[in-house]
């Protein structure tokens, strides 16, 4: 297994919309396994493919403590939703930045196992939440993207301030 | 998705998060990922706390939520079981657990992503509160109660059958502070004086002359003089090493298994000028050595090798003295890392019993005639200690015990078992061997 990279807002990668997954063969199983270690290490509850650079179809879920409950859906489609939540999200490709969004309160899904078996699900919850937040990354979308102009625009400023401080931490470290 | 920032910061959540890690990933628990993301002190002291108290009760709050669940959890609710031993853990061993404590503990199953297990969890721990009395009186009537997995009380009892319940009750009692002076860098008194403004009540060691005991226990940042490496953190039972080796200026020692590097440290304050060699077999633990050398001003030549790969780092040129701290069991030291009983197994103690034979085999030929070996375990097992220096003179003809003449520990055949507890020490197993013509 191994740990890769995750995208950073504002990269333009993140609006990539991700292609269907067509071949559910060991490339497949090895990408899941990566994801999932990638994701945990984070420490996230969810991973789209497009995070890590990949524009396939495909999203990862564990909101247990204890990475006891891996979730992996290939192909997913909302079809489906109902009542409504305000809950707060971060996002890995966004560090550091919480805001409150809304979402559906249940969701059904379809989608493919990683043997390309379909199956369908019904949501809830932070659940329902983590699977609208990372289906949105596949479409290029990110949790940022719904809030106002005005406030996406302080997120930026941000995210700027802080890669400025950890770009000058390193450069200290490197002088020491 | 990132974790959310109410979920991270939750302390019994990272409690879950840091027995999960020890228990399903055998980290060790000081190295816990989910404990060190808590941001606030209060809360990362409250929830390592509960983290240790939980490893400390395994068995017996396992035994208490057998009883208290109508049917045991799902598998993949163990998250769920881990918050219900969290929740009786603090109602059992925490005075102060209200019913604030139980709605807490409950709601955490809505962060978990489990809001069906809030009634469930709040149920429990109501009931747990109400029966307390009868169910406790009845776990102690269980081998649960001990909370030792069998295979170990098993060993304990038959090692030691005068002692054997002094041992388990010390286990689970918390340890207290240690520190050990730095003789070349601190002024006692002055130090002493420094400890007690700063709010420290001292205490000194009936047989450890360097060591002094603080309380309440504190993290070392908080201890002055720690920083400036006047004090190391170091139990007494460890600190006996030095009296035993008594070293002398330009005597030629090797310190086989060093890392962390404390026995090191302390033989170097008592006697600097040592032709000392240091060795582990781990480059990352040599280089921890290091940094705790630095820290007190001291210096040795350390090298990262296998103790018994002579040809990698031995010059032919034998020892007046050898330490060899073995690797063991860690059974001594259970009051201090508690989950030591839970990932520790009968058979990893049979290939550490192995290693220590290699080990004591290996060494030997490097000591002078007339020269000593001080072979040290941190455990209280018999194969480890006795047993294991027993079967070593059987093997060799040029070894004689020598009689440790001290009043700490319990005599053996070869050698002296602090038992964990005695004089507040750790468990440890000191045996002297030496080189005859």
Redesign the interface.
Same mark, same amino acid.
């Given at each position: 297994m191994a740990k890769l990279d995750i995208l950073e807002f504002p990269d333009p990668r993140l609006k990539t919309v991700a292609s269907e997954v067509k071949s559910f063969d060991i490339h497949l199983k090895t990408l899941i396994e990566d994801m999932l270690e990638t994701m945990y290490s984070a420490p996230g509850i969810g991973l789209a493919a497009t995070q890590v650079n990949v524009h396939e179809r495909l999203l990862v879920l564990d909101i247990s403590e204890d990475q006891s409950c891996p979730r992996v859906y290939v192909n997913p489609e909302v079809l489906s939703e109902s009542g409504e939540q305000d809950c707060e999200e971060g996002c890995l490709s966004v560090p550091g930045i919480y805001a409150r969004v809304k979402r559906a309160e249940s969701v059904i899904v379809k989608a493919q196992d990683p043997t390309g078996i379909f199956f369908e699900e019904q949501l809830e919850n932070l659940h329902a939440v983590c699977i609208q937040h990372e289906i949105d990354h596949l479409n290029g979308r990110l949790f940022v993207d719904y809030l106002s102009p005005l406030k996406r625009n302080m997120v930026r400023r941000k995210l700027e301030k802080q890669r400025k401080v950890a770009a000058q931490d390193a450069e200290e470290h490197r002088l020491i | 998705?990132?974790?959310?920032? &109410?979920v *991270?910061q939750n302390p019994r +959540?990272a409690a +879950?998060?840091a *027995?999960?890690e020890v228990l /399903?990933t055998n980290k060790s628990l000081a190295d816990s990922e989910a404990l060190s993301r808590l941001r606030d002190s209060r809360d990362k002291a409250f929830a390592k706390n509960l983290t240790y108290g939980v490893l400390r009760w395994l068995s017996a709050l396992e035994w208490l939520a057998k009883q208290l669940l109508t049917r045991p959890l799902r &598998?993949?609710d163990? /998250?769920v079981k881990?918050l219900v031993l969290l929740g009786l853990q603090q109602i059992w061993h925490d005075q102060t657990a209200s019913h604030a404590a139980v709605y807490e503990t409950a709601e955490c199953a809505r962060l *978990?992503?489990k809001?069906w297990a809030v009634g469930l969890v709040n149920a429990l721990l109501r009931r747990f509160q109400r029966e307390q009395d009868s169910l406790l009186s009845e776990l102690e009537q269980d081998p649960a109660w001990h909370a030792h997995p069998p295979w170990l009380l098993a060993e304990i009892q038959k090692d030691w059958p005068q002692n054997w319940m002094e041992v388990v009750i010390a286990n689970n009692l918390q340890a207290p502070l240690w520190l050990r002076i730095n003789r070349q860098s601190a002024d006692e008194a002055l130090l002493r004086e420094e400890l007690q403004s700063a709010g420290f009540e001292l205490s000194d060691h009936e047989f450890a002359r360097d060591a002094i005991r603080v309380s309440p226990a504190a993290a070392v940042g908080k201890i002055p003089g720690f920083e400036e490496g006047r004090l190391s953190v170091q139990d007494p039972a460890a600190q006996l090493a030095r009296d035993l080796l008594n070293p002398q200026p330009f005597e030629r020692i090797l310190d086989a298994c060093a890392a962390p590097g404390g026995k090191t440290a302390h033989l170097l304050e008592s006697c600097p000028e040592l032709d000392l060699t240091v060795l582990d077999k781990q480059a990352e633990r040599i280089e921890q050595i290091q940094q705790n050398l630095d820290r007190l001003g001291l210096a040795a030549a350390t090298t990262a090798a296998d103790a018994l790969l002579t040809d990698e780092w031995w010059n032919g040129k034998k020892f007046d003295k050898i330490l060899l701290d073995a690797p063991c069991s860690a059974t001594g030291v259970i009051r201090r890392h508690p989950e030591i009983k839970w990932l520790r197994t009968s058979r990893q103690v049979d290939a550490v019993v192995e290693t220590q034979a290699q080990l004591l085999d290996g060494l030997w030929p490097l000591l002078k005639t007339g020269g000593i070996l001080v072979y040290v375990t941190c455990s209280i097992l018999e194969r480890e200690n006795n047993r294991q220096v027993q079967l070593f003179l059987k093997r060799c003809i040029d070894a004689e015990v020598e009689v440790i003449a001290q009043d700490w520990g319990i005599a053996q055949t070869c050698g002296r078992q602090i038992l964990p507890g005695e004089t507040n020490m750790d468990g440890f197993f000191y045996a002297v061997l030496r080189k005859s013509s």
């Open positions: - | 998705m990132r974790r959310q920032k &109410k *991270l +959540i +879950i998060g *027995l999960s /399903d &598998k993949r163990r /998250d881990r *978990l992503g809001a």
